[in-house]
């Protein structure tokens, strides 16, 4: 993992898990980072291996990161061997991620390996995700269906590394500015010709 850190070329963070929260659907990490170490929401995490989640929660000593099996969690990828892309989710079970929706005629085999995309910038581009394990016809008929096991060591890895520079900004983005002049200036006042005496006056070229 240290050789992974200086290798990235990236701004990363070593971190250590200090909690496992596997409760029903639910598949979480606890680092021992918060935001008095610089941790923001929405942070990449990865291992010596590949995309492990990102962080959802912090607190000043430490942080929450929801794993990519997680139910709730979807990260864009796509697939080494042919560069279609599309969306990996969590499954129920907590193990594995699931490709629903495949086209049927989409080139996806068992073996294939799963980068992230960079759709998004959330995930930098081409961090291993998982592999494929299984693919098969939806129950419909109409798409496939595969399943991937992911390449991080979601349930060994005691170190983990938090990269920095990838999150999306909390809230709303800022108001634009408003294009053209500022409407703190009215319009330029009407030039008025002063005519000989014995004449009307006109009053910007408008003959009264």
Do not use: C, W
């Not at 002063?194 to 006056?201: A, F, I, Q, R, Y």
């Amino acid at each position: 993992l240290l050789d992974t850190q200086h290798s990235l070329g990236l701004n990363v963070q070593l971190a250590r898990v200090i909690g496992v929260d596997l409760g029903a659907y639910r598949y979480r990490l606890t680092l021992n980072m918060g935001s008095r170490d610089g941790v923001r929401s929405g942070q990449p995490v990865i291992d010596a291996h590949g995309v492990m989640g990102q962080v959802i929660e912090v607190l000043p000593h430490i942080a929450v990161v929801m794993l990519i099996t997680d139910p709730s969690h979807a990260i864009p990828v796509t697939i080494a061997r042919t560069g279609l892309r599309t969306v990996a989710y969590g499954s129920r079970d907590g193990d594995e991620l699931s490709l629903p929706n495949l086209p049927l005629a989409a080139d996806i085999r068992v073996g294939d390996n799963l980068l992230t995309s960079g759709i998004g910038g959330r995930f930098p581009p081409g961090f291993p995700v998982g592999r494929i394990d299984n693919v098969a016809p939806a129950d419909t008929g109409m798409f496939q269906v595969a399943l991937a096991r992911p390449a991080a060591d979601i349930d060994r890895s005691t170190d983990v590394l938090l990269l920095h520079d990838q999150a999306e900004p909390e809230g709303p983005p800022a108001p634009a500015s408003p294009a053209g002049p500022s409407t703190s200036l009215g319009p330029a006042p009407a030039a008025t010709v002063v005519s000989p005496p014995g004449k009307p006056s006109v009053d910007s070229g408008v003959r009264r």
